[in-house]
């Protein structure tokens, strides 16, 4: 359960980084780099377990779902997130997701977020899951 105390640490956290954004580089605040999703090396599930999942929380969501829900929240956002949803997809296949499951929470987006957000993100899946099975081949 979070606290006052704990929720008003985190603000402060995020704004001292936005800050520290701004004063290295502002133009860093709206920088887009095409392919940023492969900077970050995709963690493994144990990996994620314990940075994202019950090890921290034990009473909370395990990694594949919050990843599952993290895909459905850059979904109803439009998509627009590209990186991150790449990056959010192929973690959730690591931690377990099924490309069917995916799709499934992207499909169910199409209600909240409108058809063109369900789009977009569906295509931005389907590059993700072919990238991942030309890795396998």
Partial sequence: MMTDAFTKMM???????QEMVR?????IE???VKGFETLFPTM???MMEM?????FNREGLDAKTRLLVTIA???????QAEPQLKL????????GATQ??????IWQMSMFGGLPAMQKALEIAQSVFAEVEGKDA
Avoid: C, Y
């Avoid at 004063?23 to 133009?27: I, K, R, S, T």
């Avoid at 940075?51 to 090890?55: D, E, Y």
């Avoid at 929240?73 to 998509?79: E, K, N």
């Fill in 73 to 79: 929240a850059l979904t109803v956002l439009g998509a």
């Fill in 23 to 27: 004063a290295f580089n502002p133009a």
């Fill in 88 to 95: 959010s997809v192929r973690h959730a296949l690591e931690a």
């Fill in 30 to 32: 709206t920088m887009q």
């Fill in 44 to 46: 493994s599930k144990d």
């Fill in 100 to 105: 069917r499951e995916i799709a499934e929470v």
């Fill in 11 to 17: 603000q402060q956290m995020m704004e001292q980084g």
């Fill in 51 to 55: 940075w994202f999942g019950k090890t």
